[in-house]
Nanobody, 124 residues
Framework: QVQLVESGGGLVQAGGSLRLSCVAS????????MGWFRQAPGKERIFVAA????????YYTDSVKGRFTLSRDNAKNTVYLQMNSLKPEDTAVYYC?????????????????WGQGTQVTVSS
């Protein structure tokens, strides 16, 4: 079992930046591949980014490549999502998720552990 708590969301103008954090507790953090998903009002929860548990390799959905950077600090049990050049279409609730599978999933069903979400609102 692992518990996840996100923070760092807020209101920002287009072009601005935010850094989301997700702190994990429970089993060894380094055993988990960590992912971020987002859900806009009335839409499905979709994959944003993930970082592999073993080698720290990162994966991004095309719409955030070059703008978002995902990193992890295993000593602090924390994963960070640095979001730059934010756009109004980035507005959503952002969720942190964890999985112990070896590959890097991009679907919600493969992540058994979820945080409560943090709201990101980008104004135009």
């Amino acid at each position: 079992q692992v518990q996840l708590v996100e923070s760092g969301g807020g209101l920002v103008q287009a072009g601005g930046s935010l850094r989301l954090s997700c702190v994990a507790s429970g089993r060894a953090f380094s055993d988990y591949t960590m992912g971020w998903f987002r859900q806009a009002p009335g839409k499905e929860r979709i994959f944003v980014a993930a970082i592999h548990r073993n080698d720290g390799s990162t994966y991004y959905t095309d719409s955030v490549k070059g703008r978002f950077t995902l990193s992890r600090d295993n000593a602090k049990n924390t994963v960070y999502l640095q979001m730059n050049s934010l756009k109004p279409e980035d507005t959503a609730v952002y969720y942190c998720a964890a999985t112990s599978v070896y590959h890097v999933p991009v679907t919600t069903g493969e992540y058994p552990y979820w945080g409560q979400g943090t709201q990101v609102t980008v104004s135009s």
